[in-house]
């Protein structure tokens, strides 16, 4: 019996990625949009005299990262509201699968999905860096990065699912692009917090920011804190409190998020019964 769920999980998990791969999308928003928004931030960057530290790559590649998992949260939560709709589910709900069964096999495909969208934003930016010549992250920093980038990555995953169990394919996108503008501006992929004050504190208890600056510590990026009075050279982000509460913040989101996810499914599946 454990083996039949599992290989039906294993169907379930292919079927997912199958669909998912099927869905423009993917390639507009989730692959070629977040390489677009690096080239355009880092021509602005360079043609402006390189003086914008947020749109330097240390900078740029996190923050552009965070954002564009906001999109495999579009693409999760379109797929789980659509399949809702027709007998699929409804027929699996009948099967061994637990409701634990279900939530990964929609969340492996979409996982995966985010680490072929992290390496193409790293190579992505490295590439754009040749043809500009500006200098970039490490190999040894692009990969603790990218490390670190999974807790975002799986929080956007389970976010998908939650929204898709909760709401119907209409609705669900108008919600997903709220997050997925909040994940910009609050986040501060491409805006100066640090400079903004008591809006910059807000942002660190949402989970954008917090892993926007952890990525930034990894790569070694800089930034002009708000309580410079006078011009001064940008200093580098650092391990300090900020850090510790951005760390802290992930964890709480990312269980929450993950149990939210198998509870909403599983009341659904009782309601379908």
Not at 96 to 114: H, N, W
Not at 183 to 202: H, K, Y
Request: net charge positive; aromatic share 12%.
């Amino acid at each position: 019996m454990i083996c039949k769920t599992k290989r039906r999980g294993l169907i379930f998990t292919d079927r997912n990625l199958k669909e998912m791969t099927r869905d423009p999308v993917i390639y507009v928003f989730c692959l070629a949009m977040p390489v677009a928004m690096l080239a355009l931030f880092a021509l602005i960057n360079h043609y402006s005299g390189g003086k914008t530290p947020v749109f330097e790559f240390p900078s740029l590649i996190p923050g552009v990262i965070t954002f564009s998992y906001s999109f495999i949260m579009l693409s999760q939560c379109l797929l789980v509201s659509k399949d809702k709709t027709t007998s699929l589910l409804k027929r699996l709900y009948t099967s061994p699968m637990k409701k634990t069964d279900f939530v990964i096999g929609y969340a492996l495909p979409a996982f995966l999905l985010g680490i072929v969208q992290t390496i193409i934003c790293i190579v992505g930016g490295y590439l754009i860096s040749l043809i500009i010549g500006a200098e970039y992250i490490g190999f040894a920093k692009c990969v603790l990065m990218a490390l670190e980038q999974l807790p975002m990555l799986a929080i956007n995953v389970f976010l998908g699912i939650i929204v898709g169990t909760l709401l119907n394919e209409k609705s669900a996108p108008g919600v997903t692009s709220v997050v997925i503008s909040a994940s910009g501006i609050l986040g501060g992929a491409w805006m100066p917090l640090d400079t903004m004050g008591n809006f910059e504190v807000i942002c660190r208890f949402l989970p954008f920011h917090p892993s926007i600056y952890l990525g930034r510590i990894i790569t070694g990026a800089y930034h002009t804190p708000a309580d410079f009075t006078v011009p001064a050279a940008p200093l580098p982000y650092s391990f300090d409190s900020v850090g510790i509460i951005s760390v802290i913040v992930l964890s709480i989101y990312l269980f929450a998020s993950v149990f939210f996810a198998i509870l909403f499914f599983g009341k659904m599946m009782k309601n379908s019964d």
